[in-house]
């Protein structure tokens, strides 16, 4: 069974090389190889450490632990494009644990998040050629809108699509999102 929390600092480590993994097999022939082979658990984990710790974080980074280990992490929050929305600013599941299940609960858990936090509406980026994640979404009720964007993180530059959600919760009034005053 799969349990979904809010991250600790202690997740950090673990959350560092499932990252490492999970990049590795989604972003293969979408990333250089040269990249993928050269990312570093503990530099990974360092970054989350970091987020983490931050003081006046906004928004929620979730981990999914199966039989008490992380096997998974999303964090999510108030986007800068388009203002106003929520984003989900990233999913990652370790590969051994794709089609289990456990990265639609993580999903429905930061979804839920996300309308807590008052978002009517939410987006997340996605490398184009990565279908398995466009499916992924999709199913979860995500739609492409037809946004591109070229992005940069940690040192590559890939170039990604936009997708959006509409809340499902009925208690979403057009109030500001808590948290982004």
């Not at 984990?45 to 999303?74: C, K, N, S, T």
């Not at 994640?133 to 170039?159: I, K, M, N, P, Q």
């Amino acid at each position: 069974m799969v349990t979904v929390r809010p991250a600790r600092v202690a997740d950090a480590p673990a959350m560092g090389r499932l990252v490492v993994r999970a990049w590795q097999a989604a972003y293969r022939g979408h990333m250089p190889d040269d990249y993928l082979d050269g990312l570093r658990a503990e530099d990974r984990a360092a970054y989350w450490d970091g987020v983490l710790r931050r003081e006046g974080r906004r928004g929620v980074v979730l981990v999914a632990e199966r039989d008490g280990e992380v096997i998974g992490f999303a964090a999510a929050g108030p986007s800068p494009d388009p203002e106003g929305a929520g984003e989900l600013y990233a999913i990652n599941l370790d590969p051994a644990h794709w089609g289990t299940g456990a990265g639609r609960a993580l999903l429905e858990a930061v979804q839920a998040e996300l309308d807590r936090m008052g978002f009517a509406e939410s987006v997340l980026w996605v490398l184009p050629g990565n279908a398995r994640a466009r499916r992924f979404y999709e199913l979860a009720g995500w739609v492409a809108d037809g946004t591109e964007r070229a992005s940069e993180a940690f040192g590559v530059s890939f170039a990604e699509v936009r997708y959006r959600r509409r809340s499902t919760s009925e208690e979403i009034s057009s109030a500001t999102p808590e948290g982004t005053e």
